[in-house]
């Protein structure tokens, strides 16, 4: 708790929210998080982004001194979870993936219940104020919708006026218009000074929220960086993705000498070009099509995105679709 | 910035919560136990003995047998063909067939007691028609005392019943599920304290046990007269002892289950035994001698025992030592054990 305070006192220096070294843990043969490092500033939205089974959730997990590691080091708000476990708990806010609240308990009654195991706190009624469920306060959890129930355990995580918030896959499963809620939600968290460390496999979200992300593979960082470096480290701003009918090829090379492009990759039947100008690339694409003989199935172009980032490091999609 | 309130009144009252907007868990615990009670009371209430159903097989001199028989008390004869008659004897619609003839022959199976009662009564009132006279002048005095009916001994095993099977499922159903929905682990992510949590189970039973035992001892006393001599402080004295002790068996029940149906398989096995052994419907001495040692050791058996002596027979608790001993020692053990092994993720 000094060393927290100590830190944030110095003038100009970034004060460190999490940091784990060489994090390790096992499930029998299978290795969960294979030699983490992780750092995330105070005030910062961090997320950790990858496919379902990456490791992310106990990644979070560790850090919120709810699985034991195999190895590593873990140091939240300048203490750790042997020593300051009581502290720490006070001070952390968190909203788990699996969880389901009590059915037939009342919003403020749920609210009110995590509120009591706090010593210090925001209110009941201005929690479900920046949940926007004050006018469900008095319905049972299982009558909320999907949306509203997320709503409800990222309130549960707030009752204490957290200092870090941990969101495991907060919106998976919902609606354009309640993810877009949930969003303001944690967005207004943020601008309170809150730290948020979230765990995603919407890159949009991801892109959204975050100030930095981890991209997470089979248990290891595989890529680090704010979402607008990780997406130009790819060389170039837009993807052309293209199917061919009848199990058509191109050859590699080809697509390699074609105008604008700057990296050629196939998965899943399909080719991804990296390229710089849509407008130059296309046109010769076609022309190359015409010549070879090949027939489109599909054609389609976007802004680069993390999922092409991912997609690029591992040649597998980050959702499986 | 705000005060919370209490977590030990918070945790207690979600539980009440939870239980009292669940209704049909409200008909388990408080209008099961009074429902069967009725049934039975008046199923095995205080009604004189039927007469046992026997056959007279319609071949020979018939008539004079089944009058005999059919006049004398105790009994009812029902004159049948062979065929029918050995078919009712077989599916124990009778408990005896009567074959006329010199001598006449009783037919029936000797392992069950109603035709052993049937042989006695069936003996004695052919005896009798063929002209025997009693030698000895025997006189009988009747007794009906409140506290020796069935349903006095009833009352008292389903309140042992119902306090085991409440404190159980209570418990362990309600941990298993918020283990299961991982909310237990959302807990734990919080500063609550571990000891709280369990403890506001154990609140919230004894909240729940006052209105169980209280509904049901006043039904018995309203509409079967019965009679509850104990003092009140020894009977709550016995009733939260053993509402601890199957608070702690649920507690260790329930202190691994990943499903709710493995603890419900595990709560059968573990119940379903005292059910039957411990002298809820009927007493355990029935059971064969070599067993009883083991029955006396169930802690239904020993709360069934101290209810029924604080109860029925307006026993001191310094006369149940022993069952009461033998209460805390299970309560303690499971709670040692549960606590040991308990799984909060």
Known sequence: MSGFGAERAVPGAVATAILCRGLTKRYGDVVAVDGLDLEV?????????????????????????????????????GMTWERDAAELRQRLGSQLQETKLADKLTVRE???????????????????????????????????????????????????????????????????????????????????????LLTTHYMEEAERLCDRVAVMDRGRIIALGAPRELVASLGAEHVVEFGLADGGRLDEGDLRRLPGVVNVRTADGKTYLTVRRVHETVPALMQLLAVSGAALSELTTHHATLEDVFLSLTGRHLRDE | MS????????????????????????????????????????????????????????????????????????????????????????????????????????????T??????????????????????????????KVRERGARYIDFLLPGLLGMNIMGTGMWGIGFAIVKTRNQKLLKRLLASPMRKSQYLFSHILARMFFLTLEVVSLLLFGYWVFDVPVRGSAWDIALVVVLGAMTFAGLGLLVASRAQTIEGVSGLMNVVMVPMWICSGVFFAYSNFPDAMQPF???????????????????GMGVAAIGWPLGLMVLWGVACFGVALRVFRWL
Do not use: H
């Open chain 2, 112 to 141: 069950r007691q109603e035709s052993y009662l049937a042989r006695l009564l069936v003996y004695d009132a052919l005896q009798r028609a063929a002209g025997r006279r009693d030698v000895r002048e025997i006189r009988e005095s």
């Open chain 1, 41 to 77: 500033r105070v005030g910062e939205c961090f997320g950790l982004l990858g496919p379902n089974g990456a490791g992310k959730t106990t990644t979070v997990e560790i850090l919120q001194g709810l699985v034991p590691a195999d190895a590593g080091a873990v140091t939240i708000l």
């Open chain 2, 3 to 110: 005060r919370g309130g209490n977590p030990l009144v918070e945790l207690t009252l979600w539980r009440i919560r939870e239980f009292l907007r669940e209704p049909e868990a409200l008909f388990w615990v408080f209008a099961f136990p009074i429902v069967l009670a009725f049934a039975l009371g008046l199923a095995f209430g205080s009604r004189p003995p039927q007469s046992v159903r026997i056959a007279v097989e319609r071949t020979g001199q018939f008539e004079p047998l089944f009058s005999a028989l059919d006049s004398a008390s105790g009994l009812r004869a029902v004159l049948l063909d062979p065929a029918a008659a050995e078919r009712e004897l077989r599916t124990g619609r009778v408990a005896l067939v009567v074959v006329p003839g010199e001598p006449a022959v009783l037919r029936f199976d000797s």
């Open chain 1, 110 to 196: 749920t609210l009110k219940l995590f509120r009591s195991f706090y010593r210090r706190g925001r209110s009941v009624e201005e929690v479900m104020e920046m949940v926007g469920l004050s006018e469900k306060r008095d319905t049972w959890v299982v009558k909320l919708s999907g949306g509203q129930r997320q709503r409800l355990a990222v309130g549960c995580a707030l009752v204490c006026e957290p200092e870090i918030l941990f969101l495991d896959e907060p919106t998976t499963g919902l609606d354009p218009q309640s993810r877009r809620q949930l969003w303001g939600v944690i967005a207004e968290f943020r601008q309170r000074g809150g730290t948020v």
């Open chain 2, 295 to 313: 029955i006396k050791l169930l802690p239904l058996t020993a709360l069934n025992d101290a209810l029924r002596a604080v109860i029925i027979e």
